[in-house]
Each structure stands twice: as C-alpha cells, then as structure tokens.
C-alpha cells in the first residue's frame, strides 16, 4: 500500500521567515491534496496537484509536484502566526476511494 | 465552504450506551466519508458512502455502522460505546477534482 512520509515532522520558525515542508511518496504520485488542520478544528483543503512539474500557489502558499522523485513540497514565504498549525499531504490509495495521509508537520510560528 | 455540518459537536457518553453522531452536506454530493483522528494513528477511515443506501468499510470499521437514507445525511451508529472509541470523528465529503472537504469534527468521549 501507498505510504507518504512527510518531513520534518515539526518545525519551529521566527514570523517573516521562509520555510518548506515535503511529502515523499513510496509508490508514483498522480495527483496529491494538501491540507491544514489546527487544533481542535477540521482540515482545511488547501491546494490539489494533478500532474507531474504542476506548481500552485494561494496567498504565501506554494505547493509543487515532483513525480520523478515522487515527492510534493509546500513553501510558505513570510511566515505569520496564522500559518500556524498542522499540514497534512494526502492521496487516494490504490482501487480503494480512501484518502490515505502523510505522518503529518507541526508548523508552529514565533512572533 | 462545502456545507457540511457535524451534530453533536461533543459529547461525553459511558461505556455500552449507542450514539449515533450526524453528518449533514447541503450539496447533493455522492461520496461521504467518516474518519477518526487519534494521536500517533492520524486520519483513519471507517466508512464512506457512494449513494443512498450504498455503504463500504474503511480500515477500522468494527464497533461502528453507517446509514445514508438521504443524500444528505450520513449517520455513524457507536451499538454500545466503548473507551477506545473515544476520539475525534470528522465527516468529509468528495467534490470537484476529488478533493475531499471535512467537516468542523464531533468530539466524542466514552467514560
């Protein structure tokens, strides 16, 4: 079965400052969600990737497709508090209609 | 905002009673999903729908029954509670591009 690793898996930076989260794949990435969750609250869909090369990007959020590494990465530019929480990557898995998830990263922002 | 509501938000309920929490889209969308997120387990899917009357299991569907009588509402039966039952439920349903929205969460303990 398909598996996402994501890394890391918590992280810790200063308001104004750059980072990048990645979800590695164990089997070929066709398409990949991503999603934010804070605590106590629902997940919150925030970019689709479709195709290899693919990069989207919403507000300070960029997400990018790498299918021959079989890996997918978000970068948030100019960090701020509201960015904080826990990212998640998804895919659906094989023949089932299940959404299988990566381990997760806890993004926490300093003002 | 894919309208999609969760009933109760939390409850506290003692072991052996049933509970039956409810999901409620506003959308007309086919598949439903309920999962559970547990620390150190992430998201795990119970059981999704494709249509009125049509039900699957997920991974950890013992313990738990679903009813989908209506397109919008989808029922996730607890026949007698039990602690390790205890967790966060959330509701999601499947859209456009696949993307999956989830709703706000049902907060369940069982003492």
């Known amino acids: 079965s398909q598996e996402l690793e994501q890394s890391p898996q918590s992280l810790i930076v200063q308001e104004g400052k750059n980072l990048t989260i990645n979800c590695t794949s164990s089997?070929?990435?066709?398409?990949l969600y991503w999603y934010k969750q804070k605590y106590g609250e629902g997940l919150i869909f925030l970019m689709m990737l479709q195709k290899g090369g693919e990069e989207k990007s919403h507000e300070k959020i960029t997400a990018k497709l790498d299918e021959k590494k079989q890996q997918s990465s978000l970068h948030i530019t100019a960090s701020q508090p509201s960015h904080a929480g826990i990212y998640l990557c998804g895919v659906y898995g094989g023949a089932t209609n299940k959404l299988i998830f990566g381990t997760g990263t806890l993004l926490a922002v300093q003002p | 905002d894919a309208g999609i509501t969760q009933s109760p938000r939390h409850k506290v309920t003692e072991t052996g009673t049933p509970v039956t929490l409810r999901c409620h889209q506003t959308e007309n969308h086919r598949y439903m999903y309920w999962y559970r997120q547990d620390p150190g387990h992430g998201l795990r899917l119970i059981h999704y729908?494709?249509?009125?009357?049509?039900?699957d299991k997920g991974e950890v569907s013992d313990g738990y029954s679903v009813s989908r009588s209506k397109t919008e509402d989808f029922l996730l039966t607890l026949e007698s509670a039990t602690s390790s039952q205890t967790s966060v439920y959330f509701c999601a349903i499947r859209g456009s591009t696949d993307t999956q929205y989830f709703g706000p969460g049902t907060r369940l303990t069982v003492l």
């Open positions: 729908s494709y249509g009125v009357k049509d039900t």
């Open positions: 089997k070929t990435l066709y398409g």
